[in-house]
């Protein structure tokens, strides 16, 4: 009985979940060079990343099966630009940003909203994001670092500008 009891608390201690982090991303957030991925070499393992190229706040709808189990409490949502590039009804984007928002907090998931950078075209856009800041654990606005980000066409950073990105999203520990 003393080894069964032994075993199972074996177990259960390795079978607790060790903190993960979740990116919803687009292709800033997806290339092989990305923040998200460099932050994942850097030898944060329990990176999961949801990113794709082209993917927009219209058109991604959040898993339904998406729960903050097997230890995943950090979101980092970096939806926006393809909203802003294809120049999407500010409505439309509204209301599917603030569903995916909603969705992720009443999970229990510690939400960091990422605001997307300034491009041509994209004030009504970014003004979607503020008010949704008191919502989530944490905001952080790309802008404030866009100077200061080297890119490939005016909005892929190069691997350098990635890595500024990583440094402006993720806290000091």
Not at 16 to 37: C, K, P, R
Not at 43 to 71: C, E, F, T, W
Not at 102 to 116: E, H, K, Y
Request: aromatic share 8%; with cysteine; proline share 6%.
């Amino acid at each position: 009985m003393k080894a069964l009891l032994l075993t199972l608390a074996l177990m259960a201690s390795a079978c607790q979940a060790t903190e993960s982090i979740l990116v919803i991303g687009d292709s800033i957030s997806f290339a092989s060079n990305s923040w998200a991925n460099q932050w994942r070499d850097q030898g944060n393992r329990n990176l999961k990343l949801l990113a794709q190229s082209g993917r927009a706040v219209v058109d991604y709808d959040i898993p339904r099966d998406l729960l903050p189990y097997l230890g995943i409490v950090d979101v980092y949502y970096a939806l926006g630009s393809n909203d802003i590039g294809r120049e999407e009804h500010p409505g439309q984007v509204n209301f599917y940003l603030r569903q995916h928002i909603d969705s992720l907090v009443a999970r229990g998931f510690q939400v960091t909203l990422v605001i997307p950078p300034r491009f041509e075209h994209s004030d009504r856009i970014r003004a979607l994001y503020p008010p949704l800041c008191a919502k989530v654990a944490r905001c952080v606005d790309l802008q404030d670092i866009w100077h200061a980000v080297e890119t490939s066409d005016g909005v892929h950073p190069t691997t350098a500008g990635q890595l500024v990105i990583l440094e402006h999203l993720i806290p000091p520990s």
